[in-house]
């Protein structure tokens, strides 16, 4: 099968009609309406109705490394068709590379841009009238990525390029399920849903490596697996805290190892024999244990994130965007929210402003 088209530029009528034959093809090879989207934005990554795959691949072009169409050919021996090393790589459940670029405020659309091609011919531009009228008769629906472009520092980029090694890298070879990244995060959202201990989570680890020797170079603890998801960032902070909530042990209190309303210690009470063999049991302070810690999550960070999103920030402007019903359906309709858009003007012409 040619995808020599594969490689023309965007926009010409070349590739407009092997993207036609594409769809033809994927046609016999639709799962409950779907298909797997091969557009450079995707990369098989996602499952899509065919008339949006169309739209993908049409304006996000179309992913070169997918040469031999296994998910979308209905061939009698497509069963015994070898995956290339890169294609083997592609993992399909989660959408990774979104995460990333969400992250970390990367478009990974980009193409290379190939000079031998005419540079009169943009993008956009299909050359054939007829050709362009079909494209609007299609009407592929299709949502634009409006992310800002990446303002990452040298650490930042760094974090960025250790994570997609591990969402690139597959579970075990031949994986097109999982990759590294995907699974171990799949493993951390089970922890928290269902309250495991880090003892528990590394007890289950060790268990998935005796069991399954195939799995390549996994985090074997716990605290191996954070090294890896913490570049994610949304970390919290520790703040010490009075057994008896009177304080937290911040600012001015920070250096303090007794509370001085109720002068209870900062420090874990430890049970312990020590030699003794009376019916007393020595009760010592070890210092550098907590007797209670409060777990912060910082806001500006996380609204930060919220904004790196294409989705989410919508999401975070609709108070702004939607039409006044004239009845109470968000805080933003309350006296109390007008009353404080009324006092800080400016602060309320920011569509992305949070009370």
Avoid at 90 to 101: E, M, P, Q
Avoid at 184 to 202: I, R
Avoid at 243 to 257: M, Q, R, T, V
Avoid at 315 to 331: G, Q, V
Wanted: a negative charge; proline letters at 4%; charged letters at 30%.
């Amino acid at each position: 099968m040619d995808t020599s088209w594969i490689d023309l530029r965007k926009g010409t009528a070349g590739y407009y009609n092997g993207c036609m034959k594409f769809l033809e093809v994927a046609k016999e090879t639709l799962l409950e309406g779907m298909t797997r989207c091969p557009c450079n934005k995707c990369k098989l990554n996602n499952s899509y109705p065919l008339e949006e795959v169309g739209g993908h691949i049409l304006f996000y072009g179309f992913y070169k490394n997918y040469r031999q169409w296994v998910f979308h050919c209905k061939d009698q021996e497509s069963n015994t068709i070898e995956i290339p090393s890169d294609q083997a790589k592609v993992v399909g459940r989660d959408d990774i590379d979104g995460l990333l670029g969400a992250a970390f405020r990367v478009d990974n659309t980009a193409q290379p841009t190939n000079e031998s091609q005419d540079p009169s011919l943009s993008e956009a531009n299909f050359e054939d009238e007829d050709l362009y009228n079909m494209h609007e008769e299609l009407n592929f629906d299709l949502e634009e990525d409006d992310e800002f472009p990446s303002t990452n520092t040298n650490e930042e980029e760094a974090k960025y390029k250790r994570l997609r090694e591990a969402s690139d890298e597959g579970l075990y070879e031949g994986c097109t399920t999982f990759s590294k990244l995907s699974f171990l995060l799949h493993l951390f959202h089970l922890k928290c849903m269902f309250h495991w201990s880090a003892a528990s989570f590394s007890k289950l680890l060790e268990l998935l490596l005796d069991a399954f020797p195939i799995i390549m170079e996994f985090p074997s603890s716990y605290y191996e697996g954070m090294k890896i998801i913490k570049d994610l960032g949304l970390s919290y902070e520790k703040i010490h805290a009075c057994p008896n909530d009177c304080i937290l042990y911040w600012g001015e209190f920070a250096e303090k190892s007794e509370c001085h309303i109720c002068h209870t210690s900062r420090w874990r009470n430890v049970n312990g024999n020590e030699g003794d063999t009376s019916e007393n049991v020595i009760k010592t302070r070890k210092k550098g244990v907590p007797a209670k810690v409060m777990r912060y999550f910082p806001l500006i960070p996380r609204l930060k994130r919220l904004y790196m999103s294409s989705k989410t920030a919508k999401d975070m402007r609709w108070h702004f965007d939607r039409k006044d019903e004239k009845i109470i359906s968000h805080p933003a309709d309350g006296e109390a929210w007008k009353k404080f858009d009324q006092r800080y003007e400016e602060f309320a012409k920011d569509p992305r402003s949070v009370r």
